[in-house]
């Protein structure tokens, strides 16, 4: 029988390594930075104390590191210390040794028997590491050690919904509610900086205590300068009631405060709103479990924002409206035109409730 593949996420191995379980193995990789970096310093201050990394603390960089060479380090016993920790970081840029057609698939040999004393944490950055003989020996089960390696995949936030599901995830992990309009703002104004989102919900975290309130839109706007009254998501839903003073102020707004408000990424959210909404015109099985699926959107709150700009505007209004934003894209990027971008998000604005 085939053995079970373990699912491993970023919180679920933050939580293990803060309860002291420590695998011998870490294989970290992927296209997102911000997971491989903390999970590399959480697991040194974990396994370490300040006193004992002197001795027992090894790092690597790949640009100038040999494999051998980090074998030979993770063989050797820990000094006055229960363990000690090789990383190699930038494992990405370990330079090909003569005579191996690939340098990191030799951690294989160490995997089969991992040195009981030593934590190995291997750091993989801009892709998967492609050394599968190395990864599925880190994941299999080895008689005598504990606890198997573990290989985890740090993937980049491709899009707005799955941002919102990691922010929502985080404060979960942080024991602090917030609400989803607080998470669509700070989706909106940060992005997927996940260094830096993490280190606004951290210092929103710390505002708040214990009283229980929670993240609000009016504790994003007092700390971190986001408007809770202009901004694109308030944009969307004057727009999906057709809302015209309403959306005009807003635009007015963009315009005074351009650094934090670019029209690009207006358009863009615009973009990806009506999309869902021609998607909603366009299917046929309109139950909510068939338009979740079909847009991809998590809640039936969010569905319920679509449905009525749905009800609103018609296929073929949709259609026109995916037209005039794909134009003042090109536009705002001076393709054709010279017009102030924030003239040209106004015709725009006039297009769409006019559509």
């Not at 040195?115 to 190395?134: D, E, H, Q, R, W």
């Not at 309130?213 to 839903?237: A, W």
Request: hydrophobic share 40%; with cysteine.
């Amino acid at each position: 029988m085939a053995e079970k593949k373990e699912t491993v996420t970023y919180f679920s191995l933050c939580n293990e390594i803060k309860k002291g379980v420590l695998r011998p193995i870490y294989v970290l990789h992927g296209d997102e930075p911000y997971y491989i970096d903390k999970l590399s310093e959480l697991i040194v201050d974990t396994a370490l104390s300040e006193d004992e990394r002197d001795f027992n603390l090894e790092v690597y960089y790949g640009n100038d590191a040999l494999v051998g060479d980090v074998i030979n380090s993770c063989k050797q016993f820990p000094a006055f210390a229960e363990r000690r920790v090789v990383v190699l970081r930038e494992a990405q840029l370990v330079s090909k040794q003569p005579g191996h057609k690939d340098d990191l698939q030799l951690f294989k040999y160490y995997a089969e028997k991992p040195a009981p004393s030593t934590i190995l944490v291997i750091c993989y950055k801009g892709g998967k590491m492609a050394a599968k003989k190395f990864t599925d020996e880190v994941v299999r089960d080895h008689d005598g050690v504990k606890y198997k390696g573990v290989v985890y995949e740090s993937a980049k936030v491709r899009n707005d919904r799955d941002l919102a599901a990691v922010v929502n995830t985080y404060c979960t992990n942080m024991q602090v509610k917030i609400d989803a309009k607080s998470v669509a703002m700070m989706c909106e104004f940060i992005g997927n900086d996940l260094s830096r989102m993490f280190g606004e919900l951290d210092k929103l975290r710390i505002l708040v205590g214990d009283n229980g309130q929670g993240i609000t839109p009016e504790l994003i706007e007092r700390n971190i300068g986001i408007s809770k009254d202009y901004n694109n998501f308030e944009l969307q839903d004057a727009l999906r009631y057709r809302d015209a003073v309403k959306a005009y102020r807003i635009i007015d707004y963009f315009e005074k405060n351009p650094k934090n408000n670019p029209t690009v990424l207006t358009v863009g959210l615009l973009f990806s709103f009506f999309a869902n909404v021609l998607i909603i015109r366009a299917t046929k099985d309109k139950s909510q479990a068939s338009l979740m699926q079909a847009t991809g959107v998590k809640s039936a709150w969010q569905l319920d924002k679509y449905m009525v700009a749905a009800r609103n505007y018609s296929t073929q209004a949709c259609v026109n409206i995916i037209s005039y934003l794909r134009e003042c894209d090109v536009k705002s990027k001076g393709m054709g035109s010279n017009a102030d971008s924030y003239a040209l998000l106004r015709e725009l604005i006039y297009k769409i409730l006019h559509s």
